[in-house]
């Protein structure tokens, strides 16, 4: 079964309670959705594979280590994902970037796929998927369904906000998939929105409420 993650690290939840406050504001609150996807990569990264490597400093050899293995992708789930995406490329510059788009339907709350743009080698790379919300689970799921469908073999699931019922459903769905969370809240409310949560991501990300 898979790992979850929450990373309760102090940073992390410091600005995540500044994030949920329904008084912040669009440029705030989009710049502390990166800032908290940096902190998350961070975490989600920790146990990629290292080589040995000798660098030549000035004064003598050093045995250090760098990246090995799988080169890696992000996969933001548009819209929300794509405020997680800069400030993990910060951390990861090598990254390839591939786009899904997924909204879900406001009646049946069942994700639809709108668009799609993926690295020609995805296949064969890390791949790290990053929506701010896990709700239903059912968009998550729908991602993840896509890039095994592709080929994709390594697959991270990086969400801020969770909630039991999405976390059960992504892990019973994919069972090899780790997740990573800055929070698990309480539950979905009749509208399949996250209780406290912080409401519509996208709309606070992109100021369109
Ligand atoms: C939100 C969010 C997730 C999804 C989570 O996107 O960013 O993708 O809902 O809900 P689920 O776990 O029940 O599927 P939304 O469909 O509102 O689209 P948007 O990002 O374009 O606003
Ligand atoms: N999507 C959001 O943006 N927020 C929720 O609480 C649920 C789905």
């Known amino acids: 079964m898979a790992t979850v993650h929450v990373l309760d690290h102090p940073l992390i939840q410091h600005k995540l309670a500044i994030l949920r406050d329904k008084n912040t504001g669009v440029k705030e609150f989009r710049e502390l959705v990166s800032e908290i996807a940096g902190l998350m990569c961070y975490e989600a990264t920790r146990s990629l594979p290292l080589m040995d490597v000798d660098v030549e400093t000035p004064v003598a050899t050093a045995h250090c280590k760098m990246l090995a293995g799988k080169k890696l992708a992000i996969v933001p789930v548009l819209r929300a994902g794509l405020g997680m995406v800069d400030s993990m490329v910060d951390l990861i510059p090598s990254a390839k970037i591939g786009h899904l788009g997924l909204y879900r339907d406001p009646e049946t709350h069942m994700p639809v796929e709108y668009y799609c743009k993926l690295p020609d ?89």
Not at 180 to 202: F, S
């Open 121 to 209: 080698d995805i296949a064969n790379r890390q791949v790290f998927v990053v929506d701010p919300m896990l709700a239903t689970g059912g968009s998550s799921i729908a991602a993840i369904d896509f890039l095994k469908k592709h080929g994709c073999k390594n697959i991270i699931m990086m969400n801020i906000i969770g909630c039991p019922e999405g976390v059960k459903a992504v892990q019973e769905a994919h069972p090899d998939v780790d997740l990573y969370l800055a929070a698990v809240d309480e539950k979905l409310n009749e509208h399949a929105y996250i209780v406290p949560g912080l409401g519509d991501a996208g709309d606070r990300i992109f100021g369109t409420k």
